[in-house]
Each structure stands twice: as structure tokens, then as C-alpha cells.
């Protein structure tokens, strides 16, 4: 946990008007930072897969509302596999050959070069949504 002591004393110190923290909702951090501010799925914010991630956040932040909150209403990828037995893809058990099935992880293409860089990529749907209902903080 030595990066998230450094990351915690780097918000001490700059005092941002908000920050993030995010892992895997089933991720060791919250042993560390306890309970997180907020869980969501990529799937909400159009992403059409599974990978529940916490957030512990600070200051001013503002959780965006959720786009979808049926997975029957978002639109599906059909390209992506799920496992059997499974209503969802999800994220963590896609290769990182599926980027090419995910337009919106295009741009970071180049800088995908195993499965653990694929899976830490961000829904760019959440991406956008933290970003617009933050902005004007």
C-alpha cells in the first residue's frame, strides 16, 4: 500500500477541490481506506460490461448519475464474450485482444501491452460523466 500512503499525503498536501481514489470494489484498498464514498459498473454509464469498482473521493466531488440503471436498456457489444452461465462480459476476464471489440478504448491502443493494462482501463462513458459533473466545481 505504499503508493496509496503517497497518494493520500499528495491529496493532504495540494488540498484539490476533489479527489478520487478508485479499485476493484473486491479490491484490497478498502482494507486500507475503509468503506468506499461509492460503487458503480461500467455498464451504467453505457460501457456494456461488468467491473464494479469503488471509489473513495474527497472534497467537492460530485458522483455523476448513473445513465442506465437496467442492464436490459444498455446497448451491447455483441463481439465480447461472457462466460457461461454468466447475463454479462465483464471486463476482468476479457483478453486483452478484445480491445479491438471496444471502440471507446481506441485511443489507448498503443499503450495496452498485456491483460492487467487492458482491465485497468476506465469506462470512458464514467470517465466523461466524472468529468462533466465536476467541471464547474
Request: with cysteine; glycine share 4%.
Amino acid at each position: 500500500m505504499f503508493l496509496v500512503n503517497h497518494c493520500i499525503r499528495i491529496i493532504k498536501e495540494c488540498n484539490p477541490k476533489w479527489w478520487v481514489i478508485e479499485n476493484p470494489a473486491n479490491g484490497r484498498l478498502k482494507d486500507v481506506l475503509g468503506k468506499p464514498n461509492y460503487v458503480y459498473q461500467p455498464w451504467q454509464f453505457g460501457s456494456p460490461w461488468t467491473k464494479k469498482t469503488a471509489l473513495w473521493t474527497g472534497g467537492d466531488f460530485v458522483m455523476p448519475d448513473p445513465i442506465y440503471n437496467s442492464w436490459a436498456d444498455v446497448p451491447k457489444n455483441e463481439f465480447l464474450y461472457v462466460r457461461p452461465n454468466r447475463p454479462k462480459p465483464a471486463l476482468a476476464f476479457l483478453h486483452k485482444s478484445a480491445i479491438k471489440y471496444i471502440p471507446e478504448f481506441e485511443p489507448f491502443k498503443s499503450f495496452v501491452k498485456n491483460d492487467a493494462d487492458f482491465r485497468s482501463l476506465c469506462s470512458q462513458g464514467f470517465a466523461q460523466a466524472m468529468f462533466v459533473s465536476n467541471s464547474t466545481i
